[in-house]
């Protein structure tokens, strides 16, 4: 995991900055930003970055997810195909629960 996820917005605030992003907006963009940095109590700039951010890692994370579960569910249907037999254990959990359920 990237020490920045676990980062709050306040410590992410602390940090030296020395990277700068330019973007260009249309005024409906850039107004409704300053509305929504406004209500929010922050900053244009703050409101932006961290919006960017946290979009930015939510993006990544599902890609993530959606490429583990592409190769979980290969597992999982190699493992429907070819079960293995049930071993000792599996055979006494099993009179087990038999015994208790019925």
């Known amino acids: 995991m990237d020490e920045t996820e676990d980062l ?4 992410r605030r602390r940090r030296h900055k020395d990277e ?10 850039k107004r409704t ?3 929504a940095a406004e209500v929010t ?3 244009l700039s703050d409101f932006v970055v961290n919006s960017a951010f946290d979009a930015a890692r939510k ?3 599902d890609a993530e997810r959606m490429h583990l579960a592409a190769g979980d569910r290969a597992v999982f249907l190699a493992a429907l ?5 049930p071993d000792d254990a599996l055979k006494a959990a099993a009179a087990r629960h038999k015994k208790l359920i019925g």
């Open 59 to 61: 993006a990544i994370e």
């Open 41 to 43: 109590g922050r900053s």
């Open 8 to 11: 709050d917005v306040a410590t």
């Open 20 to 29: 700068r992003v330019y973007v260009r907006v249309s005024e409906d963009v």
């Open 33 to 35: 930003l300053e509305r």
């Open 81 to 85: 195909s070819a079960p293995p037999a």
